[in-house]
């Protein structure tokens, strides 16, 4: 069964660092992208950042970029999102999903984690 | 980037009815069009995927039509599971953007 499971998550001040990790499982980790999303609370979806397959190519949002940094390890099967000099508007539930693509049909998520909340106070 | 804007952002509905929610984006996203379903404290599930695949697993009740900037999600009968909220996500371009939802309620 394939399977994503965040951890990491809890309360830090603002300022501070959190390091989030997803682990994999069920399938072969390191043919995969990998994706972070966040949603703040009673809020929609927003994209935070994707890793490809052997992780030399990041890319993140504006929101995040030079504060958060993705990584993963494929001997580990798993995925990571150091998170510094968080902000209140960080605070949120964040998933990781799953990245499938085919020529045919692009990119879609199939496979997303549970969540795990980060809470940023001020 | 890529703006999604969906309508409504809810509906009310009852066990039967047919429900349409249309997914607009502000250029062409070709056919990188997906739809999830998401329920309270739950993460997002994909229903549809390239606009209109069906993932499996999913009810065929569930479709999805549209192209270049305007995409619809249909449910024809609406079941009880399927109160929640819905959306869509464009993945022709980086960032990612999503439409800020549907509540599809009673």
């Known amino acids: 069964e394939v399977q994503v499971v965040e951890s990491g998550g809890g309360l830090v001040q603002s300022g501070g660092s959190l390091r989030l990790s997803c682990a994999a499982s069920g399938f072969t980790f390191s043919r995969y992208w990998m994706h972070w999303v966040r949603q703040a609370p009673g809020k929609g979806l927003v994209w935070v950042s994707r890793i490809n397959n052997d992780g030399s190519r990041t890319k993140y949002a504006d929101s995040v970029k030079g504060r958060f940094t993705i990584s993963r390890d494929n001997a580990k099967n798993t995925l990571y999102l150091q998170m510094d000099s968080l902000r209140a508007e960080d605070t949120g539930v964040y998933y990781c999903?799953?990245?499938?693509?085919?020529?045919?049909?692009?990119?879609?998520?199939?496979?997303w984690g549970q969540g795990t909340l980060v809470t940023v106070s001020s | 980037d890529i703006q999604m804007t969906q309508s409504p952002s809810s509906l009310s509905a009852s066990v039967g009815d047919r429900v349409t929610i249309t997914c607009r984006a502000s250029e062409s996203v070709n056919s990188y069009l997906n739809w999830y379903q998401q329920k309270p404290g739950k993460a997002p599930n994909l229903l549809i995927y390239a606009t209109s695949s069906l993932q499996s697993g999913v009810p065929s009740r569930f479709s999805g039509s549209g192209s270049g900037t305007d995409f619809t999600l249909t449910i024809s009968s609406l079941q009880p599971e399927d109160f929640a909220t819905y959306y869509c996500?464009?993945?022709?371009?980086?960032?990612?953007?999503f439409g800020g939802g549907t509540k599809v309620e009673i």
């Open positions: 996500q464009q993945s022709y371009s980086i960032p990612i953007t």
């Open positions: 999903a799953r990245d499938h693509y085919d020529f045919w049909s692009g990119y879609y998520w199939d496979s």
